[in-house]
């Protein structure tokens, strides 16, 4: 039987608290080879420590490999993402808006599209820091090394105030908020939040809550039971059944029939793993 998989997490303390969820280490051996990952509001940077691994995203048909590491802005459909066995890598968690702080070029460029950390950061600049994190003794030293190095990095975005300001209030309700009320609360133009909203988080205050109100609705399915499919399409803010199946495939890759059985499948097989929540095996 393969060894558990490693994960240890930390959360950074300020300037970061208000950008960033927490950050990780994550060593051992996945539960399975290929993963299936939701278009979550959840941007990741991981920094690579092992062998190559593979992303499959947006309507790419092909796999590309990342052997230093990968930033992934808020994705707008689900992706793939392939571990070597065993795998080593630490990563961090952003808020939807605390990504852009980090970045070169706006978000939006990013969406579906995720980039290498030596496209981000340069070439020179992360192979050094790998090396440092690789010469590290344990894993907490290797997260005080990346919030330093992410301390050193954070730069000042114009409207980030206000996008995650708005973006905080969309969180706290699931995604039901309506925009229009937080567009006048901010007394900003909706074309000049919507700009914004795209340069910092990658996709419009609109898409941010559907995907927000997708992952609260999808998290919330009891897979053990029976399951009125009606009212979770309600909850999720849809009353035509078709337009939810299509979303809903967009958002987790699979049919909601299908997300059932693999759901009860990683549950079955892996209870209680490290990686539990998000991903879903795509093999």
Known sequence: MMSAMEYVSRVPGPPLDGLIDDLYYLDGAPPYSRLMLPAAPAPLLIVNLGAPFLIRAGTDPQAVEYTDGCVVTTPTRAWEFSYPTPTRSVGVHFQPWGLASFLPMPAAELTDRPVSVARTWGPVATAE???????????????????????????EIDGLDLVRHMGSAIAATGGAVPISDLGVTSRASSTYVARRFKAIVGVTPKRLARSYRFTFTVLAIDVAGPIDWADVAARAGYFDQAHFVHEFREFTGLTPTRYVEVRRRFLRDHPDHALEGWPLPAE
């Open 129 to 155: 820091l790998r090396d440092r994190l690789t010469a590290a003794d344990e894993p907490h030293e290797m997260l005080a090394l990346l919030e330093d190095e992410l301390t050193r990095r954070l730069r």
